[in-house]
């Protein structure tokens, strides 16, 4: 009976489909057996698949949640972008842009396993579309790592001020000039905090 429940245990684990007609064949030829020579101490391990079961349910609920913040970022971004647009060509050029910019910050996350993004990864991939060696001023540290969270906050008001600085300001006009500096300073608690100018 024992060898019975191990093996329905195995006909009901979840497996990609391509596997799981030959799955239950097994399972049901390996009960007939069972059944005849009266075998009670089969075991069959399911340890490795009842793991990758998990890790592929978790990765599943993780991509789920990622999702749903990305499609509510889009939606306050949306409607943002429509307060301010004076037109409809307005707003699909400023949520188009938005939208990359999210798309952006995503692969910089994506490339790390979404372990942390690039303060001067973020900086660089915001100004790319306006920097010139002469306009644009990039310094410091390379080894700052902003969370995913904070990297996508990050990411979309570099984007705001780069695209501002591109109509409106130093990115307008060939004498204009950008400067982006960082650093790490203490915050008087006895612990550091970034300054972004």
């Known amino acids: 009976m024992r060898a019975i429940a191990w093996l329905y245990a195995l006909r009901n684990t979840a497996i990609p489909d391509v596997v799981a007609a030959q799955r239950s064949r097994l399972t049901d030829e390996l009960c007939q057996i069972v059944r005849r020579q009266g075998m009670s101490d089969i075991h ?7 793991h990758l079961e998990e890790h592929k349910n978790l990765l599943i609920r993780e991509f789920d949640h990622r999702f749903k ?10 409607s943002r972008t429509q307060e ?10 400023a949520l188009d ?17 979404w372990h942390g993004i690039s303060l001067a ?12 060696p002469n306009n644009t001023k990039i310094k410091g540290s390379d080894d700052i790592l902003l969370s995913a969270d904070a990297g996508q906050v990050i990411g979309m008001v570099l984007h705001e001020l780069a695209t501002n600085a591109a109509k409106y300001g130093a990115l307008s006009n060939k004498n204009g000039r ?11 608690q006895g612990a550091n905090q970034l300054r972004l100018e």
């Open 44 to 50: 069959i391990d399911v340890t490795g698949r009842e």
């Open 69 to 78: 913040n990305m499609l509510s970022v889009i939606s306050v971004i949306a």
């Open 84 to 93: 301010t647009s004076s037109s409809i060509a307005d707003f699909v050029t």
């Open 97 to 113: 842009g938005r939208i990359k910019a999210l798309m952006t910050t995503h692969e910089l996350l994506s490339r790390r396993s």
């Open 121 to 132: 990864d973020l900086v660089q991939q915001e100004l790319a579309p306006y920097a010139t």
């Open 178 to 188: 950008v400067w982006v500096c960082w650093k790490q300073q203490p915050n008087g």
